[in-house]
């Protein structure tokens, strides 16, 4: 085998025997870039304790960083600036050799504040979050802010990165600096030393694949264009200006082309324009809420260069495992990539073997469920299932209640109260059917049973569905459930 390079991913690196499509995080070069943003939008579409963190100390440094700036505290504002310097860890943008991260440190830190301040944007509280910086501050582009955030978040990452360390068995470097990490409560960063992934490149700080998109949601040109231009045409009309045109069928037109000769299209003009228009802002911001969606396993084969899933390999690992207690790990870990493959992004943040109760009991897989749509969207609305518990049952022989009952044991309104019960095969599906719903009637859960045969159904309406999230085949055994 040929020696790593900047190139090798973190997978091959470190051995893990997986690809991207059955990880939780973004597998990146060791020394290079992935093409994909850590957008802040994205994390605020997120509803998981995690993201909601991440979601705290953005609002937080930035909220902080603008009230240095009304109060012309400029040292205080490049001292926060100055510490988004990108160490490279992250390994997300679009450098093409080693790691080359922009973000606002050091010298450009002094041209972000002034730009800053000089801008009406700021003054005018048009600036509410990190991400409208792109809409109205010239030289910030989507990269500088997928760095900024990614170091602002700096800590919860870390904590990530070692958790997902430990889960995948990576090993972890002790005392390795962590760089600059946001303090909310002293509003200052702080220094840390801390276990983290190291290669010959560095150091490493993992991003969940499930909060990264391949085009930052944020873009000052089709704002202009697809937002800020038809406002500004139904304003020219409105007053009748000379911009406006009668065609010969009487219908009148203001073009964009006469717009952008006239006030121009830089963002100084997107500033001032909004200011008059702030309608237009405001549905920008509401589509772009709605059009965060997260990353594809298509996207990233594509984006990464790497062949795209094979989910009938997944299906075939578990199907192949003879049935039985002494292939009860590998039946186990065959699952957890199934799902984590199948129920990406809906899913995520798995964790094996999680203790509860103290550590009187365990679940064997739990899942993070933060669906954009589809059928775990539904399920997140309608009944406690923040989390999802998947107990894996690799017998030769019938399921029963005893299995029924030490599922439900596990549910709680605050953990989630659906659960998967992944097993090889049922012979008297009524039979089990009636004692899942009867736990259901009883208010102790939903469970889902999930044989071979299911799993292989779920595939294909899976690749069916060009990918789809909807899982038709899980909605109607719920529905059996509640009926």
Partial sequence: MAAPNSKTRVSRYFKLGRDQTTLDFVDVPIGNDTPVFLDPSRLRSMESSWASECNSLLQHFFETLLRHLQANERSEGLAMLEALVERNEFHLGFSTGLSDGRAFGSGYAEKVWDALEGSKASKSGLLKDIEDTCLFIDGIGPDRISDAVCNIIRGPLIRYTQDICRYYDIPLTEKVDSGPIWNPLLETWEDELVPLPTTQFGKLVLIPKV????????????????????????????????????????????????????????????????????????????????????????????????????????????????????????????????????????????????????????????????????????????????????????????????????????????????????????????????????????????????????????VKEYLATDCGSNYPLLMEKFRQLIM
Avoid at 429 to 450: E, Q
């Fill in 211 to 458: 909060a990264v998109r391949h085009q930052f949601v944020y873009n000052s040109t089709a704002y202009f264009v697809h937002h800020l231009l038809p406002a500004m045409q139904a304003t020219e009309k409105r007053f009748n200006t000379a911009l406006v045109q009668t065609l010969k069928d009487g219908r009148t037109r203001v073009t964009k082309k006469s717009l952008k000769e006239k006030y121009g299209a830089s963002k100084l003009t997107i500033v001032e324009q909004t200011l008059k228009h702030p309608d237009a802002l405001k549905q920008y911001r509401e589509n772009t809420s709605r059009t965060s969606q997260p990353i594809t396993h298509l996207q990233l084969a594509e984006l990464e260069n790497i062949p795209i899933p094979q989910f009938g390999a997944l299906l075939k690992d578990v199907t192949s495992i003879k049935p039985g207690k002494d292939e009860a790990a590998a039946y186990e870990n065959a699952i957890e990539k199934l799902l984590s493959a199948l129920f990406f992004p809906s899913l995520s943040s798995p964790t094996k073997q999680h203790q509860i109760h103290d550590g009187r009991k365990r679940i064997d897989i739990t899942y993070v469920n933060n669906p954009v749509n589809g059928f775990f969207r539904w399920l997140l609305m309608s009944y406690p299932s923040s989390h999802i518990f998947v107990e894996c049952k690799n017998y030769g022989r019938e399921i029963g209640n005893p299995e029924i009952d030490q599922l439900a044991g596990r549910f709680a309104p605050s953990r989630g109260q659906v659960g998967l019960l992944v097993c090889r095969s049922v012979a008297d599906k009524k039979k089990l059917s009636a004692s899942c719903a009867d736990t259901a009637r009883d208010g102790r859960g939903f469970i889902i049973v999930l044989t071979d045969d299911d799993l292989e159904v779920i």
